[in-house]
Each structure stands twice: as structure tokens, then as C-alpha cells.
């Protein structure tokens, strides 16, 4: 099966194609969806801070217009990418989440790091190039980790203060310069909630654009400690059976996928498929 969302460096000089335009509010939708002619969305009173070409949507190529104000023209309004990870066309997510990481950065690298100078994107690559110093810059991703935690038939699950009341998931932090992926879940799982793991089993990963998480996922066995959840970043910290469990993350999330994947393999139920 072929993919309807394809990644590409597309040239802005080109016309036509279609564009997502994306502000501090979120993409910019209307009754049609998130996707507009391209030459008409700019002819629209928008304020366009940078414009990139970011891929092909059935065939067709796809720009962002990263916009400097949230004034929506008539008839349109915001979405936030949240939402669209929640529900509808999981291929529109990817294309948006995609338009989003690229929005940051692209907003976020408009002066070069090292010398302060401007920058200006590099023809046929993803990458800010700064002509007094030389330095590019290339879209920023980062790698985290994210764990369940097992021992039999119960998961260890947290919450954070900023999740939505009731909900209980995985643990997760990011990885720091010098760790590997097994150093950084040991460290997250111990800062945590004081709990040591054994047998750490990579299970897959997903990219989690919110706002440039490239989440690693794994099982791990509990191997000591009692639970003690970390002052302010841990809310509550439980062992759940899996036969009576909280409400859960979100259905596309791997957190979720980590949880389901397990709780099939107890039950002899048929395992998930990660969204991806
Ligand atoms: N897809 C999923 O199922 C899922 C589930 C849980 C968490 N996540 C994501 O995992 C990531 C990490 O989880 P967390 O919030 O528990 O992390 P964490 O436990 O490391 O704590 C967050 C703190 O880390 C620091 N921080 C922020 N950005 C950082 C970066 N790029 N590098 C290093 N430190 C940084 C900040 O002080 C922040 O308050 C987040 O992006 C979160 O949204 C995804
Ligand atoms: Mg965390
Ligand atoms: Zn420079």
C-alpha cells in the first residue's frame, strides 16, 4: 500500500499545491478540512513569518505557512494538532505533526546559535544555513523514553499534575547526553517513583511531535523498592491489576500501545499495532 503522506524538500518558489498554515492556535481548518489551495491562502490576509515545502499528500505537494498572528481569515478557524492526534485521518495527523516540528524549528531557527546572524534555508535540504559562520541547523528531535513497568499481573502507572483528572500512564523522561536508552529508563523509572527494573525489552517507537519527542518504547520487569513518586513531577503512583485499570492515554499514543500490548499478551488476547 502506498503512503499518502511522503516527506519531501519541496522548492517555495514553485506555485500551486496545497497548504496547511499553522499559528500559536494550531492549524487553520474550515469546513473542508485542514488542507487549502495553496495560491489562494496567500492571497488571504495572513501574516506569514516562513514558508516550507514539506511533502506530498496523494501526490500532491504540501507547504506550511508558519504564520507570525493567529488571525484566522473568514469562514476558518484553529484546530490544535492534540486534536487531531485524538481523532479523524491518522495520515493528516502524520502530515501535520510532521508541519508542526517543522513550524517550531523553522520559527525557533530563524538566527543563527553560534553567531547571532540570519539564516536561510538551505535549497534541496531540511536544514538552516547561517552565511557568515557557516553553520546549519537541522530540525531538532528528541529522544525519550517510555516504559511499563510490570511485576506478573499488575503495571505500574503514574500520574503527572498535568494530565487529565483520573487518567494513569506509563512512566517517560528524556534521554541526557551520555546515556543510553537502558541508562535513561533505569534513571527515569528510579527518579520517578524508587523503583529498580530488570530485563528491559525494547518493544518499538513512535514520533511524538509535542513538540519533537522521538519516543522509545519498552517493557520492564520490576526487580525492587517500594513506590515513592517524585515531588512535584509525580502526582500519584499505583500498581494496578490489569483486570481493573484507570482510564488510560489516548488510543494512538504508544503509552497506550505499551499497556494494551501487555495486558494481551496476559490475556492471550490478539496484540495491538502500534499506530506509525
Ligand atoms: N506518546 C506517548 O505515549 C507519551 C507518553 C508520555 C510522555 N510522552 C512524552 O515524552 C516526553 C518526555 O516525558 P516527560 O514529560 O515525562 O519527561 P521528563 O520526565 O524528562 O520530565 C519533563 C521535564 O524535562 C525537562 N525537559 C523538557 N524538554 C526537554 C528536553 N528536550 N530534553 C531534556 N529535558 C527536557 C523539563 O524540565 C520538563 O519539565 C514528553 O515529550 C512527553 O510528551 C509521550
Ligand atoms: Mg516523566
Ligand atoms: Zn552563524
Do not use: K
Not at 52 to 59: A, E, L, M, S
Request: with cysteine.
Amino acid at each position: 500500500m502506498s503512503e499518502r503522506w511522503t516527506t519531501a524538500v519541496l522548492d517555495t518558489a514553485q506555485p500551486g499545491g496545497w497548504a496547511v498554515a499553522r499559528s500559536s492556535q494550531g492549524f487553520l481548518c474550515n469546513a473542508q478540512g485542514v488542507l487549502f489551495e495553496r495560491d489562494w491562502l496567500r492571497q488571504q490576509p495572513i501574516d506569514v513569518l516562513t514558508e516550507h515545502g514539506i511533502g506530498h499528500f496523494d501526490g500532491r505537494p504540501v507547504y506550511l505557512l508558519e504564520l507570525r498572528s493567529p488571525d484566522a481569515p473568514d469562514g476558518c478557524h484553529w484546530q490544535g494538532l492534540r486534536q487531531f492526534m485524538l481523532e479523524g485521518d491518522f495520515q493528516v495527523y502524520r502530515m501535520l505533526g510532521y508541519a508542526a516540528q517543522i513550524g517550531t524549528w523553522a520559527r525557533e531557527h530563524r538566527f543563527c546559535g553560534s553567531c547571532g546572524g540570519p539564516t536561510l534555508q538551505v535549497p534541496g535540504e531540511r536544514a538552516m544555513h547561517c552565511a557568515r559562520c557557516e553553520l546549519r541547523s537541522y530540525p531538532r528531535i528528541s529522544p525519550s523514553m517510555i516504559v511499563l513497568v510490570t511485576r506478573g499481573d499488575e503495571v505500574l502507572l503514574a500520574r503527572s499534575p498535568r494530565f487529565v483528572p483520573g487518567v494513569y500512564s506509563t512512566l517517560a523522561g528524556f534521554a541526557e547526553p551520555g546515556e543510553s536508552a537502558e541508562d535513561c529508563l533505569r534513571r527515569e523509572v528510579m527518579e520517578e517513583v524508587q523503583v529498580s527494573v530488570r530485563n528491559i525489552q525494547y518493544i518499538g517507537s513512535q514520533c511524538w511531535p509535542f513538540p519533537h519527542s522521538m519516543m522509545l518504547g519498552f517493557h520492564a520487569e520490576y526487580a525492587a523498592g517500594e513506590i515513592v513518586p517524585q515531588l512535584d513531577e509525580i502526582e500519584d503512583a499505583q500498581w494496578f491489576r490489569i483486570d481493573a485499570l484507570p482510564a488510560l492515554p489516548a488510543g494512538r499514543s504508544i503509552a497506550r500501545h505499551l499497556i494494551d500490548l501487555y495486558v494481551g499478551r496476559r490475556s492471550g488476547l490478539p496484540e495491538p499495532v502500534l499506530p506509525g
